[in-house]
């Protein structure tokens, strides 16, 4: 049995993606990637840039066709639902970029995430608490916003739609690591509501400091699996980079 399988044993398993495969035109993206998403549980997507990760999200989200594979979603196949059906059902992602709609208040950005929300613990009073900044800016542009301030915005907009799964794509891309730590800070908040968060990133020490478990990929396979504390910075640093591992220690098919 592999790592991914033992630790998600535990948890009620929300998302499962079997066998992905996903290509851009010639190239193939995502190769044969499987995975499992428990109920409280993050699971951090690490990998090079080019690695596949943010495809991967994007095709989980119904924005991207597979080739091959599926996407279970609560024991329900998916992988054949648009991209707004997902969202109803419970899978939300926040997109690296952050996608505002800049001539938009902060709140209006949030009420849009807030249509057709299912019931849950999240709502606009909920968020503010979340973001305390917010309240009192709520009426604020958000063109006239920070880089994080948008960034929450955004977490924000995809939270009051109450998501089982949260997807989170390159969050911490040119952020000042200050800023980063405050997002990074919601994350056991989010969690403790049963949701399980699906993060992708670049930055391999952020991801560990919040996951429950690491999936790395590497030009789009599984190159390892475990948790974090399951896995050396050696094991980490080869299978990031591609490097050849002395021993097969860590490694393990995805469930």
């Known amino acids: ?28 993206a995502v190769d044969d990637v499987s ?10 997507i690490i990998g090079a840039n080019g690695a596949g990760k943010s495809t991967l999200l994007r095709t989980i989200a ?12 609560r024991g329900e196949d998916i992988t054949h639902d648009a991209a707004h059906q997902r969202v ?3 899978i939300s992602l926040v997109p690296e970029g952050r996608r505002l ?14 249509h057709r929300a299912a019931e849950g613990p999240f709502d606009l009073a909920r968020v503010y608490e979340l973001f305390p900044w917010m309240k009192d800016r709520r009426r604020g542009k958000v063109f006239q916003f920070s880089g994080g301030e948008q960034q929450a915005v955004a977490i924000g907009r995809a ?3 109450n998501p089982k799964v949260l997807m989170l794509d390159e969050v911490s891309l040119g952020l000042a690591p200050i800023v980063i730590e405050t997002i990074y800070e919601v994350i ?3 969690v403790s509501h049963g949701i399980g968060v699906l993060l992708v990133e670049q930055d391999v020490s952020q991801g560990l400091r919040v996951a429950t478990r690491v999936h790395c990929l590497l030009e789009g396979k599984t190159s390892l699996v475990g948790t974090p504390a399951s896995l050396s910075a050696e094991e980490i640093e080869h299978a990031y980079f591609g490097a050849e591992l002395p021993s097969t220690a860590g490694r393990g098919e995805p469930s």
């Open 101 to 114: 709609f800049p001539s938009l208040t902060l709140e209006e950005n949030l009420l849009v995430g807030a």
């Open 188 to 190: 056991p908040d989010i």
């Open 1 to 28: 049995m592999s790592p991914d399988t033992n630790e998600s044993a535990s948890a009620s398993t929300l998302l499962s993606v079997e066998h992905l495969t996903v290509f851009h035109g010639q190239l193939c």
């Open 159 to 161: 939270l009051v739609a």
């Open 35 to 44: 995975l499992r998403v428990g109920e409280g549980e993050v699971l951090a």
């Open 88 to 90: 109803r059902a419970g």
């Open 62 to 73: 119904g924005l991207h066709r597979p080739a091959s594979g599926t996407v279970n979603f």
